[in-house]
Every structure is written in C-alpha cells, then in structure tokens.
C-alpha cells in the first residue's frame, strides 16, 4: 500500500515476521509475538486503574483486536481501524438508530402533551375553586398529574427518554475497553509490543510511542469539534443548557489534544478512527432514505445535506 512505501526494508522484514506469527496457530506461537497473556497485579493491592486495565471487558478487548489482526493479517495500523469500524457499524450504529426512532416519537408527542397541559390546567383551575387551593397547591396538583399523564403516553408509545440512553451506557464502557486493550498491548511487557511496535505507517511507525508530529492529536481534536458543530447546528434556537453543553463538549474536544499526544499511537489512532466513524454514522442518519426504512413518525427534510451547508453559511458567513 502506498501508506506503507517510506518504511525501512529492516521494519517490513520485522512486520512481516510477526504477521506470519499471528497466522499460524496457537500450539507453538513465537516469542516475539505470541497471544497476549492477561498479566495479573501480582500480590500487592492493585489500584482503580490496574483494576480497570485488567478487567474482563479489557482482556475480551484484547483477544477481539488479536483476532482480527490474526485472521486478517493486516498490518496492525489497519487492524484498529477496521476493528473500530465493524465495533460502531455492528454495536452502536444500530443503538443510534434506535435512539433516533426513540427520540422521533417523544417529539411527535409534543402536540398531544400540550394539549393535554392545556386541559389539565383548566381542570386544576376548576378544582382550586372548589377546594380552596393556594396558587403553590394548584401548581404541585399539575405538576403531579402532568407527570403522570406524560408517563402514560410513554408507556403507551414506548418511547421513554430514558430508553435513548442506551447508547452511552453501551458506547462509553466499548469506548473505554478498547482504549485501555491497546494500551495492555503496547506496554513494555507485553507479548506484542515489538510488533505493535512496528506496525504503524507513516509519521506513526512505532505504534506503541507516543506521536511525536501531533498530527493524530490534532486531527482528533479537530474531527471531534466538527461532530460538535454538526449536531449544534441540528437546533436553530439552542436553549442555554444546550449551549452550556455545547460550549462544554468544545472545550471537551480540545482537551483530548494534549491526552492523545501522550498516549501510545495505537490509543490516539483508535480514538481518530472511532470519531471519524461516528461523524460519518451522524452523517448517514440523516439520509431520507434511512428515515423511510425507519419509519420515523416526524417529518424531516428531504435535502439534509443542503439544509446542512445553508446552515453552516448562515452562521459563520455572517
């Protein structure tokens, strides 16, 4: 591949030697690059993080992103991406949809709930009369019945928002699993190093260091904040919580330059690729063609990628 031409002849003989590793089977695996051995904290007291790097979800991490690379024998730069890819298209590609759908029928229930507030309140108004509520009473009394009527139509439509948290619950711990998976990986005792070592490309050779050119860094700082402007841009009058969020996750974003330029590049080039991926499902949700197979009960537009550009003129070409 072109992505490989600058390499030395010494790094793609190393490569090439423990691609063959990896391809054989397991009863007499080499040294150099052997299958990962889950290393224990011996017998002191490990920490929260050895606790964490060491956890079940980690290891089946590590054994999934091997597994790959095995049965591929893609050189290990590769490997990530393709690993990241089919983890977000497979898992969570799925669960935004859901989400989506989810969050589609709390909005077409908006009208219904309105009106619902509206008669409450008239009825609330008539009961105050009769009873002798204070204001403070009259508000808790709709308030309360409000909830209520609210829950029912949820449970009715099936479509509580809580329901649309799924996909962090399930994105963030994948998330974490396979940072600290490729961080096992690239550390010093593990079996794999020397070949993580050498299986990068590019500015990024060495997988297991740090890059030096901050390009990965930069790059996923910058993909994060065009997801960031991307789903800014879905709101035309943001309340101030959502800009309170919004300027939260800019600043989210550029934090995570300095992280990834001191972590292992295999962990900054997951992180690259995960966001990449995510900016292309946000992007591909949107497509009318999807919204038809979903089904959704709201109205969209059929030129979301117009309404997107005229968007972004419109707010920094003013």
Known sequence: MLALGGLHILRHSVRASCGSAFLRKY????ASCSAPRHLSSGGADPGWYQQAAHSAPVHLAEDFLVQVQQTSGLPWWIAIAVSTLSVRT???????????????KVEALQTEIA??????????????????WTDKQSRFQFRKNLRRLVSQLYVRDNCHPLKASLLVWVQLPLWISLSL?????????????????????????DLTSSDSTWLLPLALGLTNL?????????????SSVHKLLTNAMRGLSLLMIPIAANVPSSMALYWLCSSLVGLGHNLLLRAPALHKILK????????PYKDLMDAVSRKYRK
Do not use: H
């Not at 096992?184 to 020397?194: F, G």
């Open 27 to 30: 009863p007499r695996p080499p």
């Open 181 to 205: 998976a490729l961080r096992n990986l690239s550390n010093q005792d593990s079996p794999l190093q020397a070949c993580l070592a050498t299986g990068g490309a590019l500015w990024f050779p």
């Open 296 to 303: 959704l009960p709201t109205r969209r537009s059929d030129t």
């Open 226 to 238: 065009l997801i960031v402007e991307v789903f800014s841009l879905q709101r035309s009058n943001p």
């Open 90 to 104: 497979l898992i969570t590609l799925p669960l935004a949809a859901y989400q989506m759908r989810l969050l589609a």
């Open 115 to 132: 009106a619902l507030a509206k008669r409450l309140r008239y009825e609330v108004s008539i009961r105050a009369e009769e009873r002798g």
